[in-house]
């Protein structure tokens, strides 16, 4: 099946650690993106990709890193910079603006993400 | 900067009912607007995507409708049952913006037996 495989589900840190969530796809999509949601609230981006080996900051990328080392996997580490990382990461994927016209995103399951 | 904007916030209705959630945005330079259904603790199911040339799309029991001008889209849920009872996330994908997609806070439906 096609689809966004995020894990793991839950994932509790200890203060003053590094946390890296993952993100697969097998979709055959250029652009990935990370978003963080908050209880309530909408969908904040962290990151995006639009190619293997490139990708820019979104709104909210302190305390966060990515890389794109294959089409298919676009990992998100929240450093221990980020102050207040307890949250719920999701991460989606779409074929980017002018490769098609059905430019739909696709979102994983998510990971929910707690500081202990 | 694109603003997304959802009323109401949230809805409480009994099984049967039509509805209608409201989506407002800023920019009308879209390439395209989606829109999402979240379970709690759920990633987000796609629902219906119309491009900025359409004016609506509809699929099954839910019809979307886009106005480009006046920065308005709704999505209409006829015959609601309790099976729809989820948070509604509109988004919306600019041309000059890399790709990204903006949401707006989302409308959270309660549908009652």
């Known amino acids: 099946d096609g689809g966004i495989t995020q894990s793991p589900k839950y994932l509790f840190r200890k203060e003053g650690q590094n946390v890296t969530l993952s993100c697969e796809q097998n979709l055959n999509h250029d652009a990935m993106y990370w978003y963080r949601q908050d209880p309530g609230q909408g969908l904040r981006l962290i990151y995006y990709?639009?190619?293997?080996?490139?990708?820019q900051k979104g709104d909210i990328a302190e305390g966060y890193s990515v890389s794109r080392e294959k089409k298919e996997s676009f990992p998100l580490t929240v450093t221990s910079a980020q102050k207040n990382p307890t949250a719920f990461y999701l991460c989606?994927?779409?074929?980017?603006?002018?490769?098609?016209?059905?430019?739909?995103?696709?979102f994983g399951q998510g990971t929910r993400l707690t500081v202990v | 900067k694109q603003e997304v904007t959802q009323i109401p916030a949230a809805l409480s209705v009994p099984e049967g009912e039509n509805l209608v959630l409201n989506c407002s945005f800023t920019d009308s330079a879209i390439y395209n607007l989606q829109w999402f259904r979240q379970d709690p603790g759920k990633g987000l199911t796609s629902l219906l995507l119309i491009q900025s040339s359409q004016r609506e799309q509809t699929s099954g029991r839910l019809n979307a409708s886009l106005d480009k001008s006046s920065g308005r889209s709704t999505l209409y849920i006829a015959a609601s049952q309790p099976g729809d009872s989820a948070t509604y996330l509109c988004?919306?994908?600019?041309?000059?913006?890399?790709?990204?997609?903006?949401f707006g806070g989302g409308t959270r439906l309660m549908v009652k037996p």
């Open positions: 988004a919306v994908r600019l041309y000059n913006a890399g790709n990204m997609l903006t």
């Open positions: 989606a994927s779409s074929i980017p603006i002018g490769q098609g016209a059905r430019t739909e995103a696709f």
């Open positions: 990709s639009q190619i293997v080996n490139d990708f």
